[in-house]
């Protein structure tokens, strides 16, 4: 069974826009396990790409920790996503940052993967 992600307490390292894509790329997600343990902790290298996206947001200014967000696509909506995870639109997506920046964006598509090498680092909270 898939990992599970959720974007508050994840961190954002850059977003960039390209022709047809929007890509967001995350240093670490807040992540659980599905197992028994339900073990919670944080997964690097991140990428969550919206195809033929159309957003609002300042792209500079969304870095950083993440309050909140969550991802629709269809009448599906949460801010919880399986990792990896791939969908066909209508997709809606919304992230809120610690520092006040909002990203918004509407997209055909939506593809979230992790990048190298698969990890997940047990969160040591008390």
Known sequence: MNTIIEFHDSEVAA???TEGA???????V????????GDTGYMPDVVLR???P???GDLVACVGRLSGGELCVGVQ???RVPLPFEAKGPVRMRLAFSN???????ASAVRLAQTGEARFVESLNC
């Open 22 to 28: 929007l890509t967001i790329r995350f240093s670490a």
């Open 100 to 106: 006040g920046a909002v990203l918004s964006a509407e």
């Open 54 to 56: 159309a957003w609002s």
């Open 77 to 79: 909506q949460g801010g």
């Open 50 to 52: 919206l195809d033929q």
């Open 15 to 17: 977003v960039e826009a």
């Open 30 to 37: 807040w992540a659980r396990r599905p197992d028994a343990a």
